[in-house]
């Protein structure tokens, strides 16, 4: 492992442990940053660790008026015991830094590609009231454009995209796809899965530019002679989903995911037609009709739960929806506020609801029924959005392990390498890592006229990356920072650092928040999370 064995960055020269302490109601606890370790311990332990460098006559002079000389004698030893015995409680930190070389990023942009997404409208049939492009922010188009892709910029965008993509050679799709050196473990996360590429179609709405989306599709199947290991996608409203558009969807087996709120009061409320029109009934029938000719295409159904409305209604409504087939995934999010560095924190004010869900969901997982009580999709739904607080502490060792076994510098935040797992066309060719940053002109990285611009790639990604490398090595969670992507780490001008600051401390805080709910619960049920060792992963 890359360490450094001092506190890099630390204008004090005392050495300490790298750790982090909280506490329940009931207990105090160490979370060990190398170890993985979380440590219950006494109150003398917890409160001597951060100077457990010091010598023990120091530490009992500095403690002296609050316990007594054995008292921190014994903390003292038993924290040295375990720092002899176990590795426990050490000063290591990682050295943080650009994990990337010009070459590798060459290597991945030229063969590596894995999915293509092209904005082939801006315009929108839609005016929901979440949407960011209905809301008026500097340096952003702040309502639906009246663009359309030209058939020229699709093509040489596709032509580009199959000829870096990697995917086997036309009638040869069990070949795998070509590497020119080993991969190292980083490029591997970035591979394409079992040699499978992506075309996808968004807007917009982008059943609005049929048309193209049918020409593009007709001419990838015969540039690649049919290939089975590309696949097309699309995110639609579902207004349009029917007649021809749904045949010709259902023939070319794309995957189509659609967007629906739930009921027709939650629905209805905030996506109205741009005419102020309700639009649920029309993509029900729509969505039951496609789902009885193609029930393997539907794959995804995404769901936005806006300021002020009770998610537990969306989560009701898709539990009981007995006309959507099982293997189709619900996703339920909280809508963000329309601008950036803005973290979805479980209990905010907006959704008072929320916190009813956890407390309920947390019953269940306390008395080991989480499985038994919510019934079918409702179960799904409910684990799928607050598991997420708890498996990653509860996968820890995983994460760990991979911190201590890194031999170059360490990237915590696992930012993407924009282009390659995927990458937007605009209406006008221009190049961008995703819809998220596709109207913010500081994030283009290439266009269908002068193709990726890998340096401008390298520059965003180390910039990112270097803006907080101090801060990154000292801080307790970098095993859990969740901070990679760029669009939540700029304002209005662009990237910023102190917006990737304030978001570093929104993460801090919610892993806080997790650890001390973890611990809580392990205390009344230490076998609450067992489920969670089913799928192999060391905990």
């Not at 997404?117 to 009231?129: D, P, S």
């Not at 093509?155 to 990697?166: E, N, Q, S, V």
Request: hydrophobic share 35%.
């Amino acid at each position: 492992m890359a360490i450094q064995e001092k506190n890099r960055g630390n204008s004090s020269s005392i050495l300490k442990p790298f750790i982090h302490k909280f506490e329940t109601d009931n207990s105090k606890y160490i979370f060990d940053v190398n170890t993985g370790d979380i440590l219950r311990v006494d109150e003398v332990v917890w409160e001597i660790i951060e100077d457990s460098y010091l010598s023990e006559t120091e530490v009992i002079a500095k403690y002296a008026p609050h316990f007594t000389p054995c008292q921190i004698t014994k903390a003292y030893q038993e924290i040295s015991n375990m720092r002899a015995e176990n590795e426990s409680f050490l000063n290591d930190h990682p050295v943080v830094g650009m994990t990337y070389t010009r070459e590798q990023i060459h290597h991945l942009h030229t063969s590596q590609r894995g999915q293509l997404c092209l904005e082939v409208t801006e315009k929108c049939n839609f005016a929901c009231t979440y949407c960011e492009r209905n809301v008026p922010i500097a340096g952003v188009v702040p309502v639906h454009g009246t663009k359309d892709m030209p058939w020229e910029i699709a093509r040489a965008a596709i032509d580009d995209f199959l000829t870096h993509c990697g995917i086997s050679e036309p009638g040869n799709e069990d070949d795998e796809p070509s590497q020119a050196y080993e991969l190292s473990a980083a490029e591997k996360n970035m591979h394409i899965v079992d040699g499978i590429v992506h075309i996808s179609f968004y807007g917009g709405e982008p059943l609005l530019n049929f048309p193209l989306i049918k020409k593009c599709c007709e001419y990838v199947r015969e540039k690649t002679n049919g290939n089975k290991k590309l696949i097309f996608g699309i995110t639609t409203n579902g207004y349009l989903l029917e007649g021809d558009i749904a045949e010709f969807m259902g023939a070319q087996k794309f995957s189509v995911t659609v967007s629906l709120d739930g009921p027709v009061s939650l629905h209805d409320q905030n996506r109205k037609t741009t005419q102020g029109a309700p639009t649920h009934h029309v993509v029900i029938e729509n969505l039951r009709a496609f789902i009885r000719k193609y029930p393997a295409q539907l794959t995804s159904i995404s769901a936005v739960v806006a300021p002020g409305t009770d998610p537990r209604e969306a989560h009701r409504y898709f539990a009981s929806a007995a006309w959507l087939p099982p293997m189709v995934g619900v996703r339920i999010s909280l809508a963000a506020p329309p601008y950036p560095g803005y973290f979805e924190i479980p209990g905010v004010e907006e959704f008072p609801g929320n916190r009813a869900m956890f407390e309920d969901f947390k019953d269940r997982l306390i008395r080991g029924r989480v499985h038994l009580d919510i019934p079918g999709r409702e179960s799904e739904l409910i684990r799928k959005k607050f598991s997420g607080m708890f498996t990653p502490l509860h996968k820890r060792r995983g994460r760990i392990a991979v911190l201590r076994q890194m031999s170059k510098p360490y990237n915590p935040s696992g930012a993407c390498v924009m282009g390659v797992g995927r990458a937007i066309v605009s209406v006008t060719g221009a190049y961008f890592p995703c819809e998220k940053v596709s109207k913010s002109k500081m994030y283009q990285i290439g266009s269908t006229a002068t193709g990726m611009d890998e340096e401008r790639v390298y520059n965003l990604l180390r910039e990112f990356i270097e803006c907080t490398r101090l801060e990154c090595e000292q801080c307790w969670c970098l095993a859990f920072c969740s901070i990679g992507c760029h669009a939540t780490v700029y304002d209005l001008d662009g990237f910023s650092v102190d917006t990737k600051r304030r978001a570093c401390e929104e993460t801090r805080d919610s892993l806080r928040r997790s650890l001390v709910e973890y611990c809580s619960i392990l205390e009344q049920n230490p076998r609450t999370f067992d489920y969670l060792n089913s799928r192999g992963v060391p905990v």
